[in-house]
């Protein structure tokens, strides 16, 4: 049984070990070249104290393989999924040749498990090189990342550690399952593509940020949290509040972020204008014609200064940096549950109702 | 163990519709059995049955004493190959003999090639591009290399031209008495049926009309025709199996287990077509009373 499986997955499996192998020579050529930059980079800025200037250049020059390969990590467990997955019964169940292995003398159910095992087993090697590749490759860059494309952010955090092989695991099961009640391979793969894409979303929309309770915290503003000042006229100063970052946890995932003033109440009106991207504009009453916050003093750091003085604050909730590990390790065992549970019906389908 | 299949009030339905019903069979090992009846009949649920590709919804079935396709040792003992004959079409023949040997304990490889190199099939073709034939023999090559003591075949001719049917069958049946196997194989064909089978089932709407010995099946009916006559004063012991009329005369075909004496008939011996046909027929003919009565 292992030589038929083998037989009939070595196309495909050839095919996704080449892609890998070309992928892992492009990152093991290009990965040491960019971690001295970014050591020579460091080195250079740590002295005067402008390595938040050195980040922005460094990740700017990289992020479009920076998102490639993200995405490319992305993408591959709903690959599979979809072209190892929903095929590998349909195919069987559209030529009939269910009918010629299933009446060799092995069980319907060892058929399953071998061909469950094995090519899910590779399905997860694929994914699992693949991630952890473009995790050693990304690492300087996830270090220098904008607060929206650090390792927690939801898009990242997927692409990295051992998440991809969780996802794959069960992409290919949900495959199969979805395979098995359609028993037509293109309905199978569309469907099977919407129900993974769907529980992509839902899982960091929904379930990762309460994986742990998230940590709240107050912040004064600075650089790392407001994205500068404005003063539009009118007399009230606004002000540029990030809505992915919260000072002195670089790398945090900032679930929420508001502007509270002195008295603890949240500020909500923003006088109708935007700022720039991932950010809130908030109006707080502070002069722009006299003091600190004056025209001329725009954008002094006296300014900020004087609205720390005066009590506004940033309150935010997030997942520090610290937890990534953590949440690798509970999100990959959520989908290893879930793969567990479609792969029990499965099997339960195939003696029930399947034939 | 003498039954090679026992079937006790075996059914099984589709949703609603009862694709067989109430089937009670027994057949003996060491036959060809032919299983015969109009497409939609019951035959490939019958078989699949047979084979364990089925649950059934109701009654049970036994296949050399086993439930079927439970255990590998169940599985290895019955051998099936199901309609349109399906191979892999991305795998050569080799490889398909490679599959059998694998999945097979008491696979027999030099059996396998030399019926391949009988046929005159080169083992490194791929099977996709088998003719028809060649295909259905190649599933013939794995179902009997396998060792069955039952080997079953759905419709295993019904694409084939009548040449490549003949090769067919006459394969079939020299690896029968070779290997001393039974057989069951299915066709809407009764003239298929008629060259290698020696116990015939007749499956008609759901159901089993007529299972027996062929030659006992042959001594049992008979056609009488003669002056016109009701069925009612026919003997007791004679079952009409059907009827046709003309102003002076009566054609019956019966099924008596006693000499016909009587000299008004003229008694022929029916071809197993002409009984087949006759059993199938009355099946239509009873449901159509059937529906006129409740149309009344």
């Known amino acids: 049984m292992i030589w038929l499986t083998w037989r009939q997955f070595r196309g495909s499996a050839t095919m996704m070990a080449a892609v890998l192998v070309v992928l892992a020579a492009a990152l093991a050529l290009t990965g040491p070249n960019l971690a001295s930059d970014y050591a020579a980079g460091i080195a250079g800025c740590t002295p005067d104290n402008t390595c938040l200037d050195f980040f922005d250049r460094f990740f700017g020059e990289y992020d479009i393989p920076f998102l490639a390969l993200t995405l490319v990590v992305l993408i591959l467990p709903a690959l599979v999924g979809l072209f190892w997955g929903a095929p590998l019964i349909t195919r069987e169940l559209e030529a009939g040749t269910h009918l010629l292995v299933w009446n060799q003398s092995i069980t319907r159910g060892r058929w399953l498990a071998v061909k469950l095992g094995l090519t899910g087993l590779a399905a997860m090697a694929a994914a699992g090189v693949c991630g952890l590749a473009v995790t050693w490759w990304s690492d300087p860059l996830d270090k220098s990342a904008v607060p929206e494309m650090a390792q927690m952010a939801p898009v990242v955090f997927g692409a990295r550690g051992i998440a991809p092989m969780g996802y794959a695991a069960f992409a290919f099961v949900l495959g199969v399952t979805v395979g098995m009640l359609v028993r037509r391979t293109l309905p199978a793969m569309a469907l099977t593509l919407a129900v993974f894409a769907a529980i992509q979303l839902a899982m960091p929309l929904l379930v990762r940020p309460h994986l742990m309770p998230p940590v709240p915290g107050t912040f004064e503003l600075g650089r790392e949290n407001m994205d500068g000042l404005g003063a539009p006229g009118g007399g009230s100063l606004q002000i540029f509040l990030r809505t992915s970052a919260v000072p002195g946890h670089a790398g945090a995932w900032v679930l929420s972020s508001k502007l509270v003033d002195p008295s603890g109440r949240t500020i909500s009106s923003g006088d109708g204008s935007s700022g720039p991207s991932s950010t809130i504009v908030r109006a707080v009453p502070v002069s722009t014609t006299s003091g600190p916050c004056s025209l001329q003093g725009l954008p002094a750091e006296g300014c900020t200064a004087e609205i720390n003085r005066l009590g506004y604050r940033q309150q935010a909730t997030y997942q520090p940096l610290e937890r990534f590990w953590p949440f690798q390790w509970i999100e990959t065992g959520i989908y290893a549950l879930l793969t567990l549970g479609l792969a029990w019906f499965s099997f339960w389908w195939l003696r029930r109702r399947l034939s | ?296």
């Open chain 2, 1 to 296: 163990m003498t039954s090679v299949l026992e079937a006790q009030a075996l059914g099984r339905k589709y949703g609603k519709r009862w694709a067989l019903r109430e089937c009670t069979i027994d057949i003996p090992v060491g036959h060809v059995v032919g299983l015969v009846g109009p497409n939609g009949a019951g035959k490939t649920t019958l078989l699949k049955l047979a084979c364990g590709q089925l649950e059934p919804s109701a009654g049970g079935v036994t296949v050399l004493g086993g439930r079927p396709g439970d255990t590998p040792a169940q599985l290895a003992k019955v051998g099936f190959v199901a309609q349109d004959t399906p191979v892999y079409a991305g795998l050569t023949i080799a490889e398909h003999l490679r599959l059998g040997a694998r999945l097979n304990p008491r696979w027999d490889e030099a059996m396998a090639r030399e019926r391949i190199a009988q046929l005159g099939l080169a083992p490194a073709q791929r099977a996709g591009k088998l003719s028809g034939g060649q295909r259905a023999q190649l599933a013939l090559t794995l179902g009997l290399a396998k060792r069955p003591e039952l080997l079953i075949l759905d419709e295993p001719v019904a694409s084939l031209d009548p040449l490549a049917r003949r090769e067919f069958l006459q394969g079939l049946t020299e690896a029968a008495v070779a290997h001393k196997l039974s057989v069951l194989l299915s066709s809407h064909l009764v003239s298929d049926l008629e060259r290698i089978c020696d116990y015939v089932i007749v499956l008609a709407d759901s159901r089993v009309q007529m299972a027996g010995k062929v030659d006992q099946i042959m001594a049992g009916h008979h056609r009488l025709t003669g002056p016109r006559r009701d069925p009612d004063r026919l003997p007791a012991d004679q079952h009409v199996i059907s009827a046709s009329h003309t102003e002076r005369q009566s054609t019956y075909v019966v099924r008596t287990d006693t000499p016909i004496h009587d000299p008004a008939w003229t008694v022929t011996q029916l071809s197993l077509e002409d009984l087949v046909l006759a059993y199938m027929d009355k099946r239509t003919a009873d449901n159509r009373r059937a529906a006129l009565e409740v149309q009344r």
